[in-house]
Every structure is written in C-alpha cells, then in structure tokens.
C-alpha cells in the first residue's frame, strides 16, 4: 500500500497540472498580447507584425502591442523574448535571416533555437534588386555587366550584418562572379535614406522596403528573385525572366513563443492567428505593403526553420560571411 500512494499522489499532481493547463488555454488570451520585433519600425519584419496585431487583436479581443526593438542585429529582442514568461502573452515576430542565420554566424549568440516554441508562419516576400538611377544599367543584364566592368567599386545596403540582404547579396555576387562593397545598416529605413541619396547604390530587400519608390521611380527595379513578378511590381521581371536563372531569394516572418509555453495555448494561438490573416482586411493590407500572407502551422513551421538553417549553414560557409 505505501509504495502506491506515492504514485497515486504523483498522478493527481499531473491530473491537477493539466488541468490548470487546460484552464489557462481556455481563457486565453485575458490580457494584452506583445509582439517583439527585432527591427526598427519600417520594413518587411516591422510590416508583417504591424498587419497581424489589428487582425489579430479582432479575433481575440484583446489589445496586441508592437515593441519594436532593434539592434544587436535582432539579438536584443531574441534574447529578451527567451527570457519572458512563457504564458502566451509575450511572443517573438521573428525574421527568418535572424532565426536561422544568427545561429550559423555567430559563436556565442545570448539565445538558441531551442528557446523558442514555433506558433505560425504568418509572412512572406521575394526580395527585389533595386538599384540607384545613376547606375547606368537598364536591366539585369547591363547591371551584371556594370559590375564586372567596375570590380569594388559599387556599395551596397544590407539590413546588418547577417541579414538576409546581406546573405543574399553575398549569394547573388558568388552566382555572377562580382564584386561590390557591402555597407551595413541598423534596419532598411537607415539603408533606404543612403540608397535614395546615391551614397549606396545597390539595395537587394523585400517589396515593402522599396515598392514605393521603384513605382514613382526613385530607384530602378531590376529584377524581382522569386518564381513569380510581385503583384506590386507589374512591370518588374523575375531574376529567371531577366537572364539569371536559379537566384531565388525568399524572407519569412513567423510567431514563436518562448520555450516551455504550455502546448494548449500555442495550439489555441496558432488558430487565432490563422483566422485573423484569413480576414478579408488583412490581405488587403498585406497586398498594399507588398507581403504576401501564408500561413504555416506549429510543426511545418519548425520543419522550415530546420531545413533552412541547413541552407543557410551552406550559404554563409561558402560566402565566407564573417561576424562583424
């Protein structure tokens, strides 16, 4: 009889955890939600978190908060998030470049992946070469040319150091054999100012850092690195159309909670945020910014991250991108 009460007091413990479990999903969310993002306002990441918080705060009724909080290239969030009480309330806007390349790039980074619980996949963008109009090239083509021509003597933007403008620069300058300057920034509006003002002349970034000023032509769109020509940018050939084939380049946005959040309430979240970017609105916001909303959930999110911090690993390696 003695060696089975401890069992059985075992068994009530974890009968009472999961139901307090059960509970605490059940009325979740009570309070407002924040979502942390690791850039500065403006920008794919910025855009991605600013379109879910209204949809989102719709479907739960509660007020969803966006603390932008860059540096450390995306560092002071992730390691802020990994530090928060795992109830559901504080979650991570991650970009995909940070998630997967921060890992590859840096020894001794203040957070790992297995500090985070993946939630959804919520966002998505092909990046788009933009150029400065005193690059005197019309096309894709005549800009690879321009390069080979004028070996270092063209800059460009990046979001920081192992961004995925960064990465993807590097990628697009090994697959045709150039060289230009690489100039880091703290973010895309910083990158975007230099770009406009011709300090920088070379700015491979999502549609929503520079659509606008590719349609009234304050730089020249080249090309667009995906399957398909962007919605927002008609006119723009895809980087296949344009001569080079196989130069893709794709940034996501996903939802992560930190780790140990009880799986109830990740299994409840990941619902509300599905429904909220099926919101007629939310589109229509989205296809305003340039994003294009696809929603993936818990466990296809977290076979992404592993699949493409394998590429990324690669990538890095054979660029030979180095922390800063």
């Known amino acids: 009889m003695n060696l089975k009460l401890p069992l059985k007091r075992s068994s009530l413990a974890l009968l009472l955890v999961a139901a307090a479990t059960w509970s605490l999903a059940q009325t979740y969310p009570s309070k407002p ?25 719709k479907v739960t ?64 963008a092909t990046n788009v070469i933009a150029v400065h109009p005193s690059i005197p090239a019309k096309n894709l083509g005549e800009f690879i040319s321009y390069l080979k021509a004028n070996p270092g003597k063209v800059s460009y933007a990046s979001q920081g150091n192992g961004s995925l403008s960064h990465i993807g620069t590097e990628m697009f300058k090994l697959q045709t054999q150039t060289s230009m300057v690489h100039i880091p920034y703290r973010g895309s509006g910083p990158a975007l100012q230099d770009v406009l003002s011709g300090q920088v002349q070379v700015f491979i970034t999502t549609p929503p850092s520079v659509m606008g000023q590719v349609q009234v032509g304050k730089l020249n769109g080249l090309a667009v690195a995906g399957k398909v020509r962007h919605p927002g940018l008609p006119n723009v050939p895809t980087t296949a159309e344009a001569g ?18 009880p799986p109830d309430i990740v299994a409840k979240l990941s619902g509300q945020i599905k429904a909220a970017l099926e919101l007629p609105e939310t589109k229509t916001r989205a296809d305003g910014a340039g994003v294009e909303l696809r929603y993936l959930a818990p466990a296809a999110l977290d076979a992404l991250v592993k699949k493409d911090t394998e590429f990324w690993a690669k990538t890095i390696k054979s660029a030979g991108i180095k922390p800063e």
């Open 33 to 57: 939600i924040t979502l942390v993002v690791p850039n500065p306002p403006g920008g794919f990441v910025d855009a991605s978190a600013r379109i879910l918080s209204d949809s989102l705060a």
């Open 61 to 124: 009724s509660q007020s969803v908060v966006v603390d932008n909080r860059g540096g450390g290239s995306g560092n002071v969030a992730y390691q802020a998030v990994a530090r928060a009480n795992p109830d559901g309330y504080t979650l991570l806007n991650s970009y995909s470049a940070y998630h997967v390349g921060n890992p590859n790039l840096t020894p001794n980074l203040p957070w790992a992946q297995k500090d985070f619980v993946p939630v959804a996949l919520i966002t998505i």
């Open 244 to 261: 080079l084939k196989g130069f893709e380049l794709e940034a996501w946005v996903g939802i992560f909670a930190p780790a140990n959040t």
